[in-house]
């Protein structure tokens, strides 16, 4: 079946650094959506990317959709501490006949201050 | 417009008890997804419902779960006959058709 890989698992950043990270599909996607987790709280949609290249910001966070749809990233700038969380991507492979989101198994930010 | 709403938000069950989680989706939602997370784990997919249908239920065990979404009422996921490996956090979310998820707060059931 599918499945959604996301490097590296863990994070461990100072303060101020910039860094990123990845996430690649088995399968080509028809998209891709970012997701952030505090911990002790729910996933919250961040972003969804559909065309192949597509780039979008939000303030300090960079998402890219490869050209061959298969793969992602996410940069942030600047780290700050209400960064801290689990980022976790998820693709959507229509052609698996089927709606619903494969999700990694996260990428765990923490911060030091 | 309130967001995606599940009860209980914790829930202690002993093993062989059932467990019934609730799911309100968001008004105007006509999808509803259930994943489970286990501490440190990413979400696994269970089940995807609209108003009355199964969708795709590829993720969810064959024995002692069960999931409806009736044409009044919250979305319900049921599991019999619980064991300690259910213990985990049960999340709920709806969407517009394919867009981004909306997830409730989830349901952290311990099996004791």
């Known amino acids: 079946g599918q499945q959604v890989m996301q490097i590296p698992q863990y994070q461990h950043v100072q303060e101020g650094e910039d860094f990123t990270t990845y996430c690649n599909s088995s399968?080509?996607?028809?998209?891709i959506q970012w997701y952030k987790q505090r911990p002790g709280g729910h996933p919250v949609f961040l972003i969804q990317?559909?065309?192949?290249?597509e780039v979008k910001k939000q303030k300090r966070l960079t998402f890219q959709f490869g050209e061959a749809k298969k793969n992602s990233s996410l940069h942030i700038t600047a780290t700050q501490t209400t960064d801290v969380g689990t980022y976790f991507c998820?693709?959507?492979?229509?052609?698996?006949?089927?709606?619903?989101?494969?999700f990694g198994k996260g990428m765990k930010l923490t911060v030091n201050p | 417009n309130a967001g995606v709403m599940q009860n209980p938000r914790h829930l202690v069950r002993r093993r062989g008890q059932e467990a019934r989680l609730r799911c309100s989706p968001m008004?105007?939602?006509?999808?509803v997804y259930w994943y489970r997370q286990l501490p440190e784990e990413g979400l696994k997919f269970m089940v995807y419902?609209?108003?009355?249908?199964?969708?795709?239920e590829s993720g969810m065990p064959k024995e002692r779960f069960s999931a409806e979404f009736p044409k009044e009422g919250p979305s319900i996921l049921r599991i019999q006959q619980v064991v300690r490996g259910d213990s985990a956090a049960y999340f709920c979310a709806s969407s517009p058709q394919r867009q981004g998820y909306f997830f409730g707060p989830g349901t952290r059931l311990t099996v004791l």
């Open positions: 399968t080509t996607l028809s998209n």
């Open positions: 419902l609209q108003k009355e249908n199964i969708i795709d």
């Open positions: 998820a693709g959507d492979n229509l052609q698996g006949g089927s709606e619903k989101l494969v």
């Open positions: 990317l559909v065309k192949s290249g």
């Open positions: 008004k105007g939602h006509s999808h």
